[in-house]
Each structure stands twice: as structure tokens, then as C-alpha cells.
């Protein structure tokens, strides 16, 4: 990928206040689109150093992903990551492969952004981001319920997400 026109294209989205349009196109860039997805809207901007993006709808219904208006203000690598998740999300929650329980979906997503085996084009965050991401997998990881069914589903996931964390630490 060529980040450097992906970042013009931005750009030029930004200049003319498209930022819809500019998600779209990550996106479609980056091979994120699923048949659950019911397109983007916007949310309430945190802060100028913080930023919050949800996908919203039903389980088993098409899910619309709301995002702040100042989204690309930020590293574009986290942005990516930020829309990953929320994609990862889009299809947890698609008609016949939804996952019921919130702490595995955000447990999977949080994963997700560390190790981008669902989204491989999807490039690393910084190491700060990583352990953010880590430490938000493993807080859904305990709150899976301990000695769990799904903890002992995802306890090599969470090995991993540990050693991850140490090595950066």
C-alpha cells in the first residue's frame, strides 16, 4: 500500500469536509467492506487527543459504524486499526455467525488489532497502542467469567496477548 497517496486522498476528503466518503474509501483501500455493513454516521467527538468509534445495531441485523468527525486528525495506522475493530465487530454480529456475549467480541477485536489475522493489510500501531490494546483484550478476557467455558476457549489467545505485553514492556 502506498500510504502516501492514501494520505493525499485523506487529504483531499478532508479539505472538502468528506469525511463519510473518506471512511468509505479506507475501507474499500483496505479490504474491509462485509454484507452487514450498513455504512458509517456520525458520533460525538471525545476530545481533540481521543477518539471512539462503535458499530451499532442488532445482533443478526446490518450494523452502522459511528464515527467522530475529527477521525482523521489521528496516525492513520490507528485509525486503520480503530475501523478494523469496528469492521471485526460488523461481522461478529452478521445473521448466522453472531456472537452472542460482548466480552468474547471485544476480547477477538482488541486481539485483532494486535495480531491482524483476520485483516493482515492492516498495518501495526505504535508499542503504546499495543499494550493498550493488550491490556483492553485482557480486561474482556477476565470479565469472560473466571474458570469460564470461553476462558478456557481463548486461554492460548490470552498466552499470546501476555507474552506481547512483556515483550514490550
Do not use: C, W
Not at 483531499?12 to 469525511?19: F, L, M, N, T
Not at 495506522?77 to 466480552?103: C, S, T, W, Y
Not at 469460564?148 to 514490550?168: F, G, P, T
Amino acid at each position: 500500500m502506498n500510504f502516501k497517496q492514501i494520505n493525499l486522498h485523506l487529504e483531499a476528503y478532508k479539505e472538502h469536509d468528506q469525511i463519510l466518503e473518506a471512511a468509505n474509501y479506507l475501507i474499500r483501500t483496505f479490504n474491509l467492506e462485509h454484507e452487514n455493513f450498513a455504512g458509517f454516521g456520525f458520533r460525538e467527538e471525545l476530545s481533540p487527543n481521543s477518539m471512539l468509534l462503535t458499530a451499532e445495531g442488532q445482533l443478526g441485523q446490518p450494523q452502522k459504524v459511528m464515527i467522530p468527525r475529527n477521525l482523521f486528525d489521528f496516525d492513520l495506522n490507528l485509525v486503520l486499526n480503530m475501523l478494523a475493530h469496528e469492521m471485526l465487530h460488523v461481522r461478529q454480529k452478521a445473521p448466522g455467525h453472531f456472537i452472542v456475549d460482548k466480552n468474547e467480541r471485544e476480547f477477538q477485536a482488541y486481539s485483532e488489532m494486535l495480531f491482524h489475522r483476520i485483516f493482515p493489510q492492516i498495518p501495526e500501531v505504535s508499542d503504546f497502542h499495543k499494550k493498550f490494546f493488550g491490556n483492553k483484550a485482557l480486561e474482556y478476557y477476565r470479565r469472560m467469567g473466571t474458570d469460564s467455558q470461553l476462558q478456557k476457549n481463548y486461554a492460548d489467545q490470552k498466552s499470546e496477548v501476555e507474552q506481547l505485553i512483556n515483550q514490550l514492556s
